[in-house]
């Protein structure tokens, strides 16, 4: 025993590693890259606004078919398996991002990546947050979730220097999909490495059962879903923004590279006040923040609208996510595993109805301020509705 509690920290730091890798891969690189991709491509392939909504939205959709498909039993004691080739899937279809003109193809593609970072996001939490939670560790779970950050902020570098290297090519675009699948590639032989075997399954052994529906938990997925919505205008098209509103290529960079760090830390930075709010009172003054943020990106200078913008939405949207699955864990303590694939596939609706709305209305009105504040409203619907479910902590 003593053996065994010398070596849990080291485990335990494998573990975290192979999360934050993984979801920087899945999640940073497979779901994320399309933000600063997308402007070249507009421009140069080129795409109109509503192109570039319902390519996103094909992301989404395959996302919420992944997350579905995930809430069921078959991938019991498989959980690493389909974890890895998730990501191996991920690295070929950033790579076949690059080899076509061609709006159907590009919406088939992004529709296949957001199954597949699904399954990778969803099959390595599984067994990532189970040996955090088990060993009462939760730098586990910041670490885990601060990998999308770390991917995003990655993403946004190795896109400014393809850039540079091109020297304001209009083919650049193909090489920043190509630099993700080799970033990609690389994680995954590093998570195969590093991660667990399986999640850590305590007393329970089989099949988990059914979800216990009650309001609490009807109230938290459906303010989890309309989350999806509300965030997702300004992860889709915030560097669009900066681009239309002519902000320069630094601030189009620095956007998404503020994100990225304020959001691989963004866990770390909320910790302090979980235990005075508790989790429903972080989830809800996080999507507050978020709102604010979103706003700025529309009605601030545009010198300063993207950066700040960026920054509010890189600290909240990676806490929502992470405090509204650990609350719905606790409300569905017997099924965690299909409270998070369902929160996941209800978040993913949002996700497919808000680029789709948001390149039709910015194609009607001429730029992105109209639905980046219905998105901002949105996000004020989703505290509204949760506060319910909130509970002071003891």
Known sequence: MLVRNETLPTDLFRTALAGAIAMAAAMGFGRFSYTPILPGMMSAVPLSAADAGFIASANFVGYLAGAVLAAYGWATGRERKVALLALSATALLLAAMAMTNSVMVFAIIRFLAGGASAFAMIFTSSIVLSHGAMAGNDHVQAAHFGGPGAGIALSSVMIMLIGLGYHGSPEAWRADWIGGAVYAAISLVAVWY???????????????????????????????????FGYVITATFLVTIARMDAAGRTVEFLCWFIAGLTASGALFLWKPFVRPLGLGGVYIAALLVEAAGVLATVLLPRSIAPLIGGALFGVTFLAITAYGLQIGRTLAPASPRRAF??????????????????????EWTGSFTAPTCVAALALVVCALVVMPVVRKPS
């Open 194 to 228: 590093l991660l667990p075997a399986g999640p850590v399954t305590a007393a329970q052994t089989g099949e988990e059962p059914a979800i216990a529906w009650n309001r609490p938990m009807l109230l938290l997925t459906g303010s989890y879903g309309l989350f999806g």
């Open 341 to 362: 694939a369902t929160m996941t596939a209800a978040f993913g609706v949002g996700q497919i109805v808000g680029p789709i709305v948001a390149g039709w209305m910015a």
